[in-house]
């Protein structure tokens, strides 16, 4: 296998080169989005927190035994402080279980956030990716449940997910009515009404700046086949920002939010590209609401005091402390005391 791979390799190389320096020669004009701006680090005493989450799992012949682990950050001149959360679990197999695993990931890094938010005065929040992807990404599940048995999901315990968010108890409040569910799918819908009511919660914090290295999307070069992050990082090399575009989700999703529907769709995100150094990574970032260019430099410089190498250095510790190994599960299994191909407790 691996030397077709190679011949194949040798073969392709020159059109594949070719192909990724497509890249280089755009003609695109950035002038009129772009800002070269000597970023400095704020003077201001502020708390600032960041997080970020983990998953590993491991596939065993009658279902997925998985661990999370998530962490918070929270700086200022005190000191670093954490607020940690993690747990570890099987889930039987079915064609939504990973994404359902995923999505378990996401609730408790936000709820490690508004906890971060109801213990301590956080002036800016950095989350690590993008709110916006998480709101507007579809739902396979949204269209497998007949409207009666949502309907029924949503009088019957959406109000109680909302009270069990006020415990500030990271866990998926869901698993608390899985006994009354008549199926895998109902349980799965749920669920995912507790991550939109968490995020839409997290978004009402507004002093949030969700900053990502990666992104697909095109708002600002619509016609062109490359995303936005990779024209301006070819384009640019100084520090600087890129001028703050408004987007608002309705714009994105065209389906309904089962709950906070109204909220939600309501809701206008401005993002921009930043380089806090020279020659450093390109950063997208997005704020929960619509702001403009006096409104983003103090952020910046807020993000510019607690980096290094143009990169928050909050959300690469959390990502570092956070990071779950093969060993790690391994070791976990056999605390537990289950064998790894079986499933099966040792007697």
Request: hydrophobic share 35%; proline share 3%; net charge neutral.
């Amino acid at each position: 296998m691996l030397d077709s791979l190679y011949e194949k390799a040798l073969k392709k190389k020159n059109k594949i080169n070719e192909r990724l320096k497509e890249i280089e020669n755009i003609d695109v004009d950035i002038s009129e989005f772009w800002n070269d701006f000597p970023i400095e680090e704020s003077s201001d005493n502020i708390t600032i927190a960041g997080g970020d989450g983990s998953l590993k799992k491991n596939k065993l012949l009658s279902s997925i035994f998985y661990a999370i682990d998530a962490e918070t950050l929270i700086f200022n001149e005190k000191g670093l402080r954490k607020v940690e959360s993690s747990e570890i679990d099987i889930m039987h197999y079915h064609k939504h279980a990973e994404d359902r695993i995923r999505s378990y990931m996401g609730i408790f890094e936000i709820k490690n956030a508004l906890k971060s938010f109801d213990e301590y005065e956080v002036d800016l929040y950095l989350f690590d990716g993008s709110l916006l992807g998480n709101l507007i990404r579809p739902f396979p599940l949204e269209k497998e449940l007949n409207n009666v048995a949502k309907e029924k999901i949503r009088e019957n315990y959406a109000l109680h997910l909302e009270k069990e968010l006020t415990s500030l108890e990271v866990k998926i409040s869901s698993s608390k009515f899985s006994n009354d569910l008549k199926n895998e799918n109902e349980m799965i819908y749920l669920e995912n009404l507790e991550n939109i009511i968490v995020v839409s919660d997290f978004l009402k914090k507004k002093k949030i700046a969700a900053i990502s290295k990666t992104s697909t999307s095109n708002d600002y070069f619509p016609e062109s086949k490359f995303p936005d992050i990779a024209i301006f990082d070819r384009k640019t090399q100084k520090q600087g920002y890129s001028n703050p575009k408004p987007v608002k989700v309705s714009d994105y999703k065209r389906d309904y939010f089962p709950v906070r529907n109204e909220h939600l769709q309501n809701l206008t995100f401005t993002i921009f590209y930043a380089r806090l150094e020279d020659n450093k990574n390109l950063l997208k970032i997005e704020l929960p609401y619509e702001a403009n260019k006096e409104d983003v430099i103090p952020i910046l410089k807020h993000i510019k005091k607690i980096s290094a190498e143009g990169y928050p250095i909050l959300l690469k510790k959390a990502h570092n402390d956070v990071v779950i190994k093969k060993g790690d599960l391994e070791r976990l299994s056999l605390m537990i005391g289950f064998s790894e191909k079986q499933a099966r407790p040792k007697l």
